[in-house]
């Protein structure tokens, strides 16, 4: 099942490259592909996302905008340090359209995932909405 609102879970932004007090990183999580996230135009920008518990995870999918390489990592404690590895994706241009990518995690657990934005198909980015399904 999909979670409109990974915030509902009690999940939180505790980190975020770039912050803007009209875009904040909040938004990410709030369920809402409306508000979002935006980059400072510099790469690579990076932000994680903290479950108050493990949390399996089969699929993130991110809804984002003139994002083009996208890494994600994981980890298992409580601190947001040691993280590793889980998937890597390029996401295809889509000229003024929302890019809507699934990214398959095989049901690994985490208590916090780093979103590492490489590089994108524009000096910025915005991530819309982070969802996840088991």
């Given amino acids: 099942m999909i979670e409109s609102s990974l915030t509902s879970l009690g999940a939180k932004v505790v980190l975020a490259a770039s912050s803007d007090e009209n875009h904040p990183p909040e938004s990410i999580i709030d369920g809402n592909t409306k508000t979002f996230w935006m980059s400072t135009g510099m790469f690579p920008q990076e932000f994680i996302i903290h479950f108050p518990e493990p949390t399996n995870i089969g699929t993130v999918t991110v809804d984002s905008y003139n994002v083009k390489h996208l890494k994600i990592e994981k980890n298992t404690s409580q601190n947001a340090s040691q993280f590793e590895p889980v998937a890597e994706k390029e996401f295809e241009s889509t000229e003024g359209h929302l890019q809507s990518n699934a990214i398959t995690l095989n049901g690994c ?3 916090h995932l780093r979103f590492i934005i490489t590089a994108g198909y524009d ?4 991530v819309h909405r982070v969802s996840v399904k088991n």
């Fill in 109 to 111: 657990s985490a208590t």
């Fill in 123 to 126: 000096h910025f980015v915005s």
